[in-house]
Nanobody
Framework: QVQLVESGGGLVQPGGSLGLSCAASGSIFSINTMGWYRQAPDKQRELVAT???????TYADSVKGRFTISRDNAKDTVYLQMDSLKPEDTAVYSCNYRDLYLHNYWGQGTQVTVSS
């Protein structure tokens, strides 16, 4: 089992910045991918960004150039720095862990609201 504890999120004005973090604990395999997904009301969950244990990143086109994902392998923690936020970024953001053994875990989710 892997537990994911998210922090960050909240309310921010358009154009503002916000940071999320997700700390993993439990049976963590060194070869893994961690990332962030989001789900807005009445929409399907979508990928935001992922990062492998080697630092390879993937971003949704909608956040490229505005969001930055990073991780600290020593702390088993992944971060998401969100800049130039837009109202359409409003969603519940969830942390995800998956590894080569097909284990797949989710955090509880944290609300991000972009509004003036």
């Amino acid at each position: 089992q892997v537990q994911l504890v998210e922090s960050g999120g909240g309310l921010v004005q358009p154009g503002g910045s916000l940071g999320l973090s997700c700390a993993a604990s439990g049976s963590i395999f060194s070869i893994n991918t961690m990332g962030w997904y989001r789900q807005a009301p009445d929409k399907q969950r979508e990928l935001v960004a992922t990062i492998t244990n080697r630092g390879k990143t993937t971003y949704a086109d909608s956040v490229k150039g505005r969001f930055t994902i990073s991780r600290d392998n020593a702390k088993d923690t992944v971060y998401l720095q969100m800049d130039s936020l837009k109202p359409e970024d409003t969603a519940v953001y969830s942390c995800n862990y998956r590894d080569l053994y097909l284990h797949n875990y989710w955090g509880q989710g944290t609300q991000v609201t972009v509004s003036s």
